[in-house]
Nanobody
Framework: VQLVESGGGLVQPGGSLRLSCVAS????????MNWYRQAPGQERELAAS????????DYLDSVKGRFTISRDNAKNTVYLQMNSLKFEETDVYYC?????????WGKGTLVTVSS
């Protein structure tokens, strides 16, 4: 199983980025997908979740209204649209695939919010 994130980079405060995660080696449409983020020295936190059929979506309170998670099961891809980014959201963002006891992680993509 491989999860490969892309789309990270440097963005100014208030700016936007769109992260992508392409999955391979699994039946993507049967997995719930999540985006986590982690700052240095901090615990990894769940930012957004989407169920296999996109009928359940949830967000960390602090990103509600600014982040949008979506998926394209035909492309084995999950997205995270991030708007109005804040300095404190400089983190490594990780893609996660989960189904019952199975749990897979990508290597992460760095998002730096700085002026």
């Amino acid at each position: 199983v491989q999860l490969v994130e892309s789309g990270g980079g440097l963005v100014q405060p208030g700016g936007s980025l769109r992260l992508s995660c392409v999955a391979s080696g699994l039946t993507f449409s049967t997995y719930g997908m999540n985006w986590y983020r982690q700052a240095p020295g901090q615990e990894r936190e769940l930012a957004a979740s989407i169920s296999s059929a996109s009928n359940y979506i949830d967000y960390l309170d602090s990103v509600k209204g600014r982040f949008t998670i979506s998926r394209d099961n035909a492309k084995n891809t999950v997205y995270l649209q991030m708007n109005s980014l804040k300095f404190e959201e400089t983190d490594v963002y990780y893609c996660n695939a989960r189904r019952l006891a199975e749990n897979y992680w990508g290597k992460g993509t760095l998002v730096t919010v700085s002026s």
